[in-house]
């Protein structure tokens, strides 16, 4: 059995500010963990993934994510948040066959940006 | 543009009838998904198929069909048994359904009146 869980459900930071998204994971196999984005009424789009090779995950528009798996995290980041960086973020993880049918979704975190 | 396309991105329906959802790719993937998208929560998988002419239930199956006659086509109907239909509706697609590397259209709310 496997399971996500965001730890926020919503976040809210100022425009130029660090972001940081929580992501921990349960799985009983070596996983495969991936971030998606979805912009309101969109379909979503895959940021990063980790397949088990380098623990620091680096994704499209500056994301990047870090695997720990003492802590069994998989938390995104950001240096400095833009104001198209607000979106719904899916924290995912996979079974280790890493197979599309064994995906498991987060609830989200709606990242909210303030000007 | 290689890309998913849904149609329609908004429907309305009366109870007690049946809907479907149109989901097209070119972008020459073997496998094909829909995910229910509810407020507040993640996707959740209806049907998926890994070739022509086979697919599998996802967690969510009761209430819905799907058929993959063509490689590019995924077609979701929602029946009058699906009690709670109204949601947003994605469909993906993957190279081979062997990643988690999903590639997503742009959705179909259905409303039921």
């Known amino acids: 059995a496997q399971s996500v869980t965001q730890l926020d459900s919503h976040v809210s930071v100022s425009e130029g500010t660090p972001v940081l998204l929580r992501c921990n994971y349960s799985s009983s196999y070596s996983p495969s963990l991936f971030w998606y984005v979805q912009h309101p009424n969109k379909g979503l789009q895959l940021l990063l993934k980790y397949t088990s090779a380098a623990t620091l995950v680096k994704g499209i528009n500056g994301f990047e994510a870090e695997f720990k798996k003492s802590e069994t995290s998989f938390h995104l980041t950001k240096p400095s948040a833009h104001m198209s960086d607000a979106a719904e973020y899916f924290c995912v993880v996979s079974n280790s066959g890493g197979g599309a049918d064994g995906l498991t979704f987060g609830k989200g975190t709606h990242l909210i940006i303030q000007p | 543009d290689g890309g998913i396309t849904q149609s329609p991105k908004y429907l309305f329906r009366k109870e007690g009838q049946n809907v479907t959802l149109s989901c097209e790719q070119n972008?020459?993937?073997?496998?094909m998904y829909w995910y229910r998208q509810d407020p507040g929560q993640g996707l959740r998988l209806i049907y998926y198929?890994?070739?022509?002419?086979?697919?599998q239930k996802g967690d969510i199956a009761e209430g819905y069909s799907v058929s993959r006659e063509k490689k590019e086509s995924f077609p979701l109907t929602v029946t009058s048994a699906q009690k709670n239909p109204t949601a947003f509706y994605l469909c993906?697609?993957?190279?081979?359904?062997?990643?988690?590397?999903?590639?997503f259209g742009e959705g179909s709310r259905l409303t039921v009146l």
């Open positions: 993906a697609s993957s190279i081979d359904g062997e990643t988690g590397e999903l590639f």
């Open positions: 972008l020459n993937h073997d496998a």
């Open positions: 198929s890994q070739i022509v002419n086979d697919f």
